[in-house]
Nanobody, 131 residues
Framework: QVQLVESGGRSVQPGGSLRLSCAAS????????LGWFRQAPGKDRVFAAG????????GYSDSAKGRFTISRDNAKNTVYLQMNNLKPEDTAVYYC????????????????????????WGLGTLVTVSS
């Protein structure tokens, strides 16, 4: 069974940048769609960014589009989230998730399936954006 471990979260000032990493162990995730979700204080966990198994196709929430970039390195079994121009409303716990689908795992599977139906989750890493 795959384990996902996020890292890179910390406190940063508005306008700053961070790169989050999610390393998988126990199994390869090269055929999985991988994504980042986030949960702000007092709110539900929501989709932020996803990348298909091939790495060719990506998708973002409206709030992440233009500022966040998701990428993956299958040789390292790792997915990344580069976050630029961070805003206080980006403050949240960021979770990594993986999903496998027959016929090719698309980032859209992360959005279309319920979160309970995703195959693996990390424990999260906290990002705080504050001056």
């Amino acid at each position: 069974q795959v384990q996902l471990v996020e890292s890179g979260g910390r406190s940063v000032q508005p306008g700053g940048s961070l790169r989050l990493s999610c390393a998988a162990s126990g199994s390869t995730v090269s055929s999985a769609a991988l994504g980042w979700f986030r949960q702000a204080p007092g709110k539900d966990r929501v989709f932020a960014a996803g990348i298909s198994w091939s790495g060719i196709s990506t998708g973002y929430s409206d709030s992440a589009k233009g500022r966040f970039t998701i990428s993956r390195d299958n040789a390292k079994n790792t997915v990344y989230l580069q976050m630029n121009n961070l805003k206080p409303e980006d403050t949240a716990v960021y979770y990594c998730a993986a999903v496998w689908s027959v016929g090719g795992s698309s980032w859209t599977d992360l959005v279309h399936r319920s979160q309970d139906a995703l195959d693996a989750w990390g424990l999260g890493t906290l990002v705080t954006v504050s001056s």
